[in-house]
């Protein structure tokens, strides 16, 4: 168990005012219904390199990572972050940009990955800047918790969510329910990633850790394939088997020098504690594909 992270959510949970804060919507408490947003299926490669200027990402609909954290339905302006999807029959793109200032990102110092071909994970907590994304195929008990930086560090851990009346919450490896697996890993032979800061307002890029300037955020792309994620194995057999699911994506953004630290993509969930205990009232995506959907 990371302390680092026990640290992370504490501190978060503490340090949260509501400065920022501008609307409140009162939800009822009932279990997240589907959003509205589809996930577009893409005809055409996704070059992997931190622009996101490619036809998917132009029809994709932003999900705007807005809910701060510890409130519920809470938005906050400046809207933190924005992260698009798109899909095809192998993979699962994740596109992401942030409007941070202050971009501060460092790698853990762990690796992780297979060996011959890990990298670097994020560093989580301090001034660092992380963004977060949770995959789960309607499993709140088990599901990938996937981080990305400024500084193109990624982090793959695979989560364990036992349920109370499991013998594995009460397990000594077990913290609230929750174990952590960072040495289990995607297949990082299709796994690509790639960052870059956005331009500042002078045009030029902005910069990761140094703090003389005032950035314009940074861009994420990322992508990685079902089979590596561990979709349903019927989704492996084609583009028409995945059109019409649906896919459990919660987002989050840390940035280390906003208040609060978490803002999330769940607007009916008061997150208090860990994300990870909350999967079962995650936001849901249908997949679709437009030009089967304007065939039928
Ligand atoms: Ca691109
Ligand atoms: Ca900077």
């Known amino acids: 168990m990371n302390k680092d992270r026990i640290l992370c959510a504490m501190v978060s949970g503490l340090c949260f005012v509501s400065s ?6 009162e939800a009822t408490g009932k279990p997240t219904p589907p959003t509205a947003v589809s996930l577009l299926k893409t005809d055409e490669p996704v070059k992997i390199d931190g622009v996101l200027d490619e036809a998917c990402w132009k029809a994709a609909e932003p999900v705007r990572m807005e809910f701060a954290y510890g409130k519920l339905g809470v938005r906050s302006e400046p809207l933190p972050a924005k992260v698009y999807y798109a899909w095809d029959h192998e993979y699962l793109y994740v596109g992401y940009e942030t409007f941070d200032t202050t971009l501060r990102a460092a790698g853990s110092g762990e690796e992780e990955g297979a060996q011959g071909n890990s990298r670097e994970a994020c560093a989580i907590g301090g001034s660092n800047d992380v963004f977060e994304i949770f995959v ?8 990938w918790e996937l981080h990305h930086n400024a500084a193109n560090n990624f982090s793959d851990i695979w989560v364990t969510v036992a349920g109370k009346d499991w013998p594995l919450h009460r397990s000594s490896r077990a913290y609230q329910g929750i174990i952590w697996s960072p040495k289990e890993s995607l297949d990082y032979a299709s796994l690509e990633t790639a960052v870059r800061p956005k331009r500042k307002k002078d045009g030029k890029p902005g910069t990761v850790n140094q703090d003389d300037d005032v950035d314009a955020g940074y861009v994420g792309e990322l992508r990685f394939s079902w089979k590596s ?6 989704w492996l057999r084609g583009a028409d088997k995945i059109d019409g699911k649906s896919i459990v994506l919660f987002a989050a953004v840390q940035d280390g020098a906003g208040t609060p630290r978490y803002h999330h993509t769940s607007p009916h969930q008061k997150i208090t504690g860990f994300f990870h205990t909350e999967a079962a009232g995650w936001p849901r995506y249908r997949l679709v594909d437009p030009e089967r959907d304007s065939n039928q």
């Not at 920022?20 to 919507?25: D, L, P, R, Y």
């Not at 789960?136 to 599901?143: A, E, I, L, R, V």
């Open 229 to 234: 994620l561990g979709a349903p194995k019927e």
């Open 20 to 25: 920022g804060v501008v609307a409140q919507e």
């Open 136 to 143: 789960s195929f309607d499993d709140p008990h088990f599901f």
